[in-house]
Structure formats: structure tokens, C-alpha cells
């Protein structure tokens, strides 16, 4: 099998780029395997378009390094010694760069100097579209992190009733994060109420109360490094409003359709309008106020972006959310959302948590 840095090199020969320098981040660990800390001493993958790559670490992580097993020849540097000057070393003829899309503005500027004759672009644009296409074991993997929050989810009417802040309620869904297999809790949403309509509410101290609406998007990491990331709806015992049920039924609608309609050949933001005439035409295209996902992977959120204005055609192996959701500012909110893979035929649904509006507690 072609190693992942081995096809970041044809791309960059392709696109007249000589070197990237990749530093600790999700580009590292996807080409490398490396999950590297972010530390103050640099550790950068100098991936030339031909030739050998090198990793350059500091000395004392390089135990760190070789547990990794990186097929990569390190270059250890010392406490005294100047990495960008070593990096720089090994690129003396490159007159294309491109950096890691994240890496820290102190370092761009010391690899600038070290390299004045060098002109700069991203390395993004060369990781992305490969990073953006899943293999098999990536696929699986993200199979497993839908599974493990499914899991989560299956366990709310544990913890969530009537009486229970949100934050007590979060405190139950982190614990049962890593119980099912993250190795780390990404984000915990408990919006209750009037909190549901802010999208990105996380816990407050709010008392959940009788018939209240809740919003709970929860992910985490796992140990492969994929993410997982699924929002359901849930009412805390009791009558929800009736205008909430009726718009949470069309929601319903919405997100089924973009799930049916989704598959490779169709645009990006033609998902995202399936879902958003199905809304409009409900009246409740104002309450509608973001883009309907995500692509997921080594990060909760990466490309592909399921938004208007991008007109990129879905293909196989891409891994996205479908997660649209309506929002009533002091009244409730709601939000259904669920991980999906494009196959060669259509679409794989890798979250089987139920989607009818649960009453718990
Ligand atoms: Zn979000
Ligand atoms: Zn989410
Ligand atoms: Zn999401």
C-alpha cells in the first residue's frame, strides 16, 4: 500500500510545490501516524516533493516518536540548537513551501526567515482532498465512533428527567463518553428550554422542567483519533409545546429527505437546499440559521462543509453530518443529527439512534 505522505508528495510535484513542513495537528497524525504534542519546541514532518522525508523533533520527545513506529527518519535536535535553521538545511533548493494550515504564526515567520528566497502557500490545499476521501479502516473507524456515542444516547433516560440541571446531566453524558470507548470528551450540549435555541449552548445550571424540549449533541474522540458527533432531540417528561412538536415533525422531514437524497454526484449545498425547502415551505426558514453539516474524520469538523455556496460534488469515502435544526430565540430549539459516509451507490448512515421525538424521565 502507497504510504499517505508517499501520495501528499505526487500531489505536491502536481500542484509545482517543493516541500511541505507539517507541525503536531491532524495533517501530521493523518500522514504519519504521529500524534504529536503541540509543544513550544518545534516538531515539523519536512516532506520534500521527491526524496526522503525527515521528522524533526526535539531531542527529548524522540521516545515518543519511535513509539509511534513513524517510518520516518527523525532528526533529533537539542535544547541549544535552532530547528528552523535544520529544517531549513534540508530545503536549501526548494522555492515553493507550503505550511501546515495551523501552524503556529511564530513559527511561519522563523520558517520565512530561515527561507527568504521560498515563496509560501498552505499545505492544506494539497492534505485536504486527500484527507476529505476515507479509505476502508478510516471509514471503520468512524463506524466505531458512531456506535460508542449511540451507545451514549441509548443511555439518556438515565439522567435526563425533569428536576436535573443540565450541567448534572452533562456530567453523566462526559463519564459515559469514555465508559463506550473515547479515549476523550469533545463537547457536551445540553440545551434545555429556552437554551435549546442557541445552537451552540454547552450546560448551564438551568433545572430541566416538565415538558421542556432538549438539545443533545455530544462527540468525542476515540482511540484511532476519529471523532464522533450526534445531536437528538429528547422532551423531558411531560407535554412538549404543541407548535414545537408540529415543527419538529417537518424537521423530521427534512433530515430524512437530505439522507435519502445525499450520494456521490450531487452537490454539496444541493444537500443543504433538500432540507432547507422542506423548512421554507413549512415557514420555518428563518429559524433554520445554519449550514446543514460537517465533513468528520480526524477532526469534528473538516471538509467537506454541507453549506450553501459550495458547489463540490459528493464522492465515495466522503464522511459528513446531516444536522439541520430550528431555533426559536427564547422559546426551544431543536436539531437532528447523524454521521454519514458516501458509498459508490449512495449513503451509509452510520448513527442508528432513533430519530422520533423521545419522552424520558
Ligand atoms: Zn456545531
Ligand atoms: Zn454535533
Ligand atoms: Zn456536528
Redesign the pocket.
Known sequence: MTSRWTRAQVAAAEQGVDALIITPGADLRYLTGYEAKPLERLTALVLPSSGDPLLVVPELEVAAAVAANVDIELAAWGETDDPFALVASRLADASRIALDDHMWAERVLALQAALPAATVSLAGDIVRPLRVRKDADEIDALREAAQAIDRVHARMGDWLRPGRTERAVGADIARAIVDEGHVRVDFVIVGSGPNGASPHHEVSDRVIEPGDPVVV?I?GTMPSGYCS???RTYVAGGEAPEAFVAAYDVLLAAQTAQREYARPGVTAESVDEVGRQILREAGYADLFIHRTGHGIGLETHEDPYIVDGNAQELEPGMAF?V?PGFYLPGQYGARI?DIVVTTPSGLEVLNATPRDLVTLG
Open positions: 449533541d462527540g458527533d450526534s445531536t453530518s444536522e443529527e
